[in-house]
């Protein structure tokens, strides 16, 4: 019996690291340069505990076995940064609301990489409270996050940027925060979703396509393809949005830029 804190004593060797890091990158397109071995290891000693594996060797012979399955995507949702927040980067809503609030037909969005789903359900509230029909995909690759999200509970100090319109309408009070209610949820559908594949299991007229503070993790390599992908399930001049730190360099994709991070396809 190895006693729990033995466990958080695990050191995790450059040469095991990186064969977390090829694989996470091959696999999902998410980058892991050297500096963020302290970060993989903090983020899985937990795990070792978990599944008591005394080693991160042992962890590691384990995960990328046939028997280790289940645990790849437990090792994924600890890997993947999940980090977001209702109505973050105020200037994508704004420019929702702008374009789109005399639509008549139904608005399809696409959140793409949508952690716990913060995002999707702030573009969800936003629109219906201006009253515009909408229907919005939702998708990551981290099943941690998606059962988050498909669950809509928030801490109050998680529902705190929401405007208080907002959070009277759509949010009921339960006992440890906050939860979405249906009429909201009912917009959303979720899907697990690797961006890296060659097709996604979207409709090919959406709107707009969200798809924020998540090719800052790619190469500039995989960033390209992930935007022609998303190119071909946007509608004519649908709309791409990325977050305000990453970047569109390639001036060969099929999109121009309208303002800053907000791009519309091209032909
Ligand atoms: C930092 S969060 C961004 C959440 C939200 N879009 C926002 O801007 O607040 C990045 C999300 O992208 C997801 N992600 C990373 N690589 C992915 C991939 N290959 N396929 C799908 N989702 C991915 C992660 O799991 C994570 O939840």
């Known amino acids: 019996m190895i006693d729990k804190k033995?466990?958080?004593?695990?050191?995790?060797?450059?040469?095991?690291?990186?064969?977390?890091?090829?694989?996470?990158?091959?696999?999902?397109?998410?980058?892991?340069?050297?500096?963020?071995?302290?970060?993989?290891?903090?983020?899985l000693i937990k795990r070792l505990?978990?599944?008591?594996?005394?080693?991160?060797?042992?962890?590691i012979e384990y995960v990328f076995s046939t028997s280790g399955k289940n645990e790849l995507?437990?090792?994924?949702?600890?890997?993947?940064?999940?980090?977001?927040?209702?109505?973050?980067?105020?200037q994508h809503f704004d420019f929702l609301k702008e374009n789109f609030s005399d639509k008549k037909d139904k608005v399809k969005i696409w959140s793409a990489g949508c952690a716990s789903g913060e995002e999707p359900y702030s573009i969800a509230m936003l629109l219906h409270h201006h009253n515009i029909d909408c229907e919005i995909?939702?998708?990551?690759?981290?099943?941690k996050a998606l059962n988050e999200a498909r669950n809509g509970e928030y801490q109050e100090r998680e529902v705190s940027p929401v405007p208080e319109a907002m959070r009277t309408?759509?949010?009921?009070?339960?006992?440890?925060?906050?939860?979405?209610?249906?009429?909201?949820?009912?917009?959303?559908?979720?899907?697990?979703?690797?961006?890296?594949?060659?097709?996604?299991?979207?409709?090919?007229?959406?709107?707009?396509?969200?798809?924020?503070?998540v090719s800052i993790y790619f190469s500039s390599a995989n960033q390209d393809?992930?935007?022609i992908k998303m190119a071909s399930y946007l509608k004519k001049d649908g709309y791409l949005i990325i977050g305000?730190?990453?970047?569109?360099?390639?001036?060969?994709?099929?999109?121009?830029?309208?303002?800053?991070?907000?791009?519309?396809?091209?032909?």
């Open 169 to 213: 309408k759509y949010f009921t009070k339960v006992q440890d925060g906050y939860k979405v209610n249906e009429n909201i949820k009912k917009l959303i559908k979720f899907y697990h979703i690797n961006l890296l594949d060659n097709t996604y299991n979207i409709p090919n007229d959406i709107d707009i396509i969200f798809f924020r503070n």
């Open 49 to 59: 505990a978990e599944i008591e594996k005394p080693t991160f060797k042992d962890y």
């Open 225 to 227: 393809s992930t935007f």
């Open 137 to 143: 995909y939702a998708c990551d690759v981290s099943v």
């Open 6 to 43: 033995d466990y958080f004593k695990q050191v995790l060797s450059l040469g095991d690291f990186s064969k977390i890091s090829s694989y996470i990158e091959t696999t999902y397109g998410i980058q892991l340069p050297n500096n963020k071995l302290n970060m993989v290891q903090t983020r």
């Open 244 to 267: 305000v730190s990453e970047n569109m360099f390639n001036k060969d994709l099929p999109f121009k830029k309208l303002k800053f991070s907000i791009f519309q396809k091209s032909e």
């Open 73 to 90: 995507q437990n090792m994924v949702d600890e890997i993947t940064t999940n980090r977001t927040e209702f109505f973050r980067e105020i």
